[in-house]
Every structure is written in structure tokens, then in C-alpha cells.
């Protein structure tokens, strides 16, 4: 059954690095999607893109956070200049339609030192 | 504004024993509600959703979820718990329409005791 892929799976970096996280969505999947989980709480909404352009952002989703998909296959996250805070588990999702449910990857594990 | 709540962030129960796991949402639209699990050091995954029509949806592993609209729940359910069933499960509800955000509950840890 064809995934959605994460890279790195785990990424260290130094406060206020950038970072780019990867992910490669299901092949036919129109809809792509961030989220987080900060470690004990609740998987967050980050953005959602289609057709190039973003489709929803939630309040987390600053000026520090832009999301790309610069070829057919990639969409990354980059944060510009990371803090403590943005340590977190990040997913990447895609969906076929709008409408359809979600397929998640196994997440990329951010830590900030 | 949408929000779940999912009752018990631990629920343990014996091996063969039911699974009941609730959840409660808030909607200000009709919903879509999904249940996901995540195993450790994995992905969420998807086990069963409901959009339209039927309210008792089934999904895999035997899984299934029942919408009740009057009491805004979607509770998920297993007949038979299975070692293997052991993890952390998510409700979560969207707007229905295109490309929309899932909101999440905080999470249930099921602990299958054998």
C-alpha cells in the first residue's frame, strides 16, 4: 500500500537554525498537509496546500514557517529560525480529494537545543 | 470552532474483554469523524471514518464507531481486545468539504492486559 515518507527522522539543531523537513505524499494525493505534536499534547493543524498555494494555516503557522513542494514528487516544511518551542513531532499527511481521509507518515522528531 | 474530547487519556482492559473508547466533539457544521491509532515510533493510522450516510461505520481490525448525533459522540468500539490492539488512539473531526484541518483529541492509551 503506498505511504507517505518523512526525512529526516529525526533532526537536531541548534536554536535558531533553519530546518527543512521532507516529505514525499502518496503519488496521486492533490492535498498536503502539516501537523505537530509537541511531546504529551495534542496533534496540532499546521497548514494544508493545494494547486501550490495554501489552502488553511493555523495561528502556530508564523512568518518563521513556509511550506514548498518544488517538484512533482517533494513538499517540505522550513522553519527560518528555530526556538526551544518548535521541538515537536512533525507530520506530514496527504489526502486524494479535499474530502478524503488523511494518510500520515511515521513524523520527523524536531529537537532544538 | 470545532474541539474533541476524549474521556480517559488511559484505558486498560483484559485480553478478549470489550474496547470502549470515547470520544465527544463539537461542530458548529456537520462533521467528519475519523479515528486514527498510533503505534510507538510509527505514523497515525487510519482505522474507520465517518461522513455521510450510515451511522455505525467499521473499520479495520475489527474496529467500529458508532455517530450519535443528539450526543455528539462517536465512541470506537472492539468486541474482543487483542494484545496487539495496545496503543494510542485519536479522534478527530473536520469540517466537511475540501482540504479541510483535522482537530484532535488529546489521545487514549490502551493497555491490553493478558
Known amino acids: 500500500e503506498p505511504e507517505v515518507t518523512q526525512t529526516p527522522s529525526h533532526q537536531v539543531t541548534q536554536m535558531g537554525q533553519e530546518v527543512i523537513l521532507r516529505c514525499v505524499p502518496i503519488?496521486?494525493?492533490?492535498?498536503f498537509y502539516w501537523y505537530r505534536q509537541i511531546l504529551g499534547q495534542k496533534v496540532e493543524f499546521l497548514v494544508s496546500f493545494y494547486n501550490n498555494e495554501i489552502s488553511e494555516k493555523s495561528e502556530i503557522f508564523d512568518d518563521q514557517f513556509s511550506v514548498e513542494r518544488p517538484d512533482g514528487s517533494n513538499f517540505t516544511l522550513k522553519i527560518r529560525s528555530t526556538k526551544l518551542e518548535d521541538s515537536a513531532m512533525y507530520f506530514c499527511?496527504?489526502?486524494?480529494?479535499?474530502?478524503?481521509?488523511?494518510?500520515f507518515g511515521d513524523g520527523t522528531r524536531l529537537s532544538i537545543l | 470552532a470545532q474541539s474533541v474530547t476524549q474521556l480517559g487519556s488511559h484505558v486498560s482492559v483484559s485480553e478478549g474483554a470489550l474496547v470502549l473508547l470515547r470520544c465527544n466533539y463539537s461542530?458548529?457544521?456537520?462533521?467528519?469523524l475519523f479515528w486514527y491509532v498510533q503505534y510507538p515510533n510509527q505514523g497515525l493510522q487510519l482505522l474507520l471514518k465517518?461522513?455521510?450516510?450510515?451511522?455505525l461505520v467499521k473499520g479495520i481490525n475489527g474496529f467500529e464507531a458508532e455517530f450519535k448525533k443528539s450526543e455528539t459522540s462517536f465512541h470506537l468500539t472492539k468486541p474482543s481486545a487483542h494484545m496487539s490492539d495496545a496503543a494510542e488512539y485519536f479522534c478527530a473531526v473536520s469540517e466537511s468539504g475540501s482540504a479541510r484541518q483535522l482537530t484532535f483529541g488529546s489521545g487514549t492509551q490502551l493497555t491490553v492486559l493478558p
Open positions: 503519488s496521486n494525493h492533490l492535498y
Open positions: 499527511a496527504s489526502s486524494r480529494e479535499g474530502n478524503q481521509p488523511q494518510h
Open positions: 465517518y461522513t455521510t450516510g450510515a451511522t
Open positions: 461542530s458548529s457544521v456537520p462533521p467528519y
